[in-house]
């Protein structure tokens, strides 16, 4: 083969290489989607806490990068592209509920990423939600009933905490219903923690590895460093550790609701009722890939200091299983049961208590 033929070939591979290289930029230029989603990815590999390490979040940024190069979010938008992404996260994560795209319609312009814009929003939101205090009564037979259904902070959690515990400092026994928790932060789930745990305020009650090499964990500031180690902290209205507690789960209870049920059953202080929880135990936050879009990842790793575990995938565990319509009436009735000897003395609540019992049409749904 002669010197200028050889010129010749080389000149066309390499036209050929140029055209694809082209081709593909031109790609992502021209559908938006691809190019949010290898942004995406960049953000993934860069801050999120996975088993196998750097390593790991790198192999599933690659798979990210690979497949919307191939075109297979082409076209998408909206809750379309959200949701398509995030089902591919969750089957390469091994089933990660943390590691999600969310649309929301121009929510994410303006800075709505930064946490101090979080935290306003929070104290505007969480006040309309009764700061996560849903109900809290008390039931015939003096059993305490309190339901949450947040754990994120506000200015007035600690409070809205407080006055719950307060309205149940009498009952003989407390029914803690997480059902429908669907989150929290961790020095919210420490005092509500600190209010049934009974020990002394600096005992550890939660720690968080992070991934501190990312730009995501940074950008959270105190928030992020406040769940390295969280304590117990001085309370108003202690529940105290004697009197019997149970925790209602089910699958909606996610992430820090999940952890303040994990803190209580670890130390021995409450047994759980009812179905296996979500599985969430990596704390992370949003990051902006656009006005109407945000990617989810996770940076930390919540490692309890007395297990030395935590429920990620595997949910906390349950000590009584319950069908989800049953689950309230089993608490119910075990803790008439289990405080019977504390009503002998008083004929009224001994009566107020057989009734519940021979009337199961009793509910807090």
């Not at 930064?114 to 939600?129: F, K, T």
């Not at 961790?186 to 090499?213: C, F, K, Y």
């Not at 992020?224 to 089910?250: H, K, N």
């Amino acid at each position: 083969m002669t010197r200028h033929r050889s010129s010749q070939i080389l000149v066309v591979i390499a036209c050929i290489l140029l055209f694809a290289v082209s081709a593909n930029a031109r790609e992502d230029l021209q559908d938006p989607a691809r190019t949010m989603v290898i942004a995406a990815a960049d953000r993934i590999e860069r801050n999120y806490v996975v088993t196998g390490g750097a390593q790991g979040a790198t192999a599933i940024a690659d798979r990210l990068r690979d497949s919307a190069r191939m075109g297979n979010y082409d076209g998408l938008g909206g809750a379309e592209l959200a949701v398509a992404v995030t089902n591919d996260l969750t089957v390469w994560s091994g089933g990660d509920a943390h590691l999600f795209m969310l649309h929301d319609e121009g929510a994410f312009a303006n800075g709505a990423m930064d946490p101090s814009a979080v935290m306003r929003d929070l104290a505007r939101i969480m006040p309309l939600q009764g700061d996560g205090v849903v109900d809290v009564r008390r039931l015939p037979g003096n059993v305490g009933y309190l339901r949450l259904d947040s754990l994120l902070p506000s200015p007035r959690s600690a409070e809205a905490l407080a006055n719950a515990f307060g309205l149940v400092d009498a009952t003989y026994s407390l029914i803690l219903d997480l059902r429908a928790c669907s989150g929290g932060e961790s020095s919210v789930v420490a005092r509500a923690a600190s209010h049934l745990l009974g020990l002394a305020p600096g005992t550890v009650v939660g720690r968080v590895d992070i991934r501190w090499e990312g730009d995501m964990p940074h950008d959270m500031g105190d928030i992020a460093r406040g769940m390295e180690e969280t304590e117990v902290v001085d309370v108003e209205t202690p529940y105290g550790a004697d009197r019997p507690v149970l925790v209602l789960v089910g699958p909606q209870t996610f992430s820090g609701c999940e952890e303040l049920a994990h803190t209580l059953r670890a130390f021995g202080r409450a047994e759980t009722v009812g179905a296996p929880t979500r599985g969430g135990a990596r704390p992370g936050s949003l990051t902006a890939l656009g006005p109407d879009h945000a990617l989810f990842v996770p940076w930390g790793s919540f490692v309890h200091p007395v297990t030395g575990d935590n429920w990620e995938e595997t949910g906390v565990e349950v000590d009584h299983a319950v069908e989800a319509d049953g689950v309230f009436r089993a608490a119910y009735d075990l803790m008439l049961l289990r405080t019977a000897d504390q009503r002998v003395v008083d004929q009224e609540l001994a009566a107020e208590a057989l009734e519940a019992a021979n009337y199961p049409n009793i509910s807090v749904e």
